[in-house]
């Protein structure tokens, strides 16, 4: 099994961060717009989410470790945190198939040769 970068508490706060699908959908729309993130204009217009409703599902994700807010003039750019998703990802998949049996594969091999 693969080490991976973060341990299963921290996997599991990542996750809670992403536990509703209304911060789902926020974070799906900041990963679709890629590196250069959305306003909070940008992502309420994506979401359909009221202003003080996504104010917090933000505040919730970036005490997460999800997304980062950059001040930008006058307004906020919020962007996906790529690595700390790909961690979760990672994490998850490092799992993949750790205990599956697979016939014969607890056999000595006995052919000559």
Do not use: Y
Request: proline content about 1%; glycine content about 10%; overall charge negative.
């Amino acid at each position: 099994m693969e080490k991976t970068k973060i341990d299963i508490e921290e996997a599991a706060q990542g996750f809670a961060a992403i536990g509703s699908e209304a911060r789902l959908a926020v974070v799906l729309a900041l990963v679709r717009a890629g590196r250069a993130g959305l306003t909070v204009g940008d992502i309420q217009a994506r979401t359909g989410m009221a202003a003080s409703t996504l104010a917090h599902h933000l505040r919730f994700l970036a005490a997460g470790g999800l997304i980062a807010q950059e001040k930008s003039g006058r307004s906020v750019i919020n962007r996906a945190d790529f690595d700390r998703l790909k961690d979760l990802a990672g994490f998850i998949l490092s799992q993949c198939c750790a205990d599956e049996w697979v016939p014969g594969a607890d056999q000595k091999d006995t052919t000559d040769g």
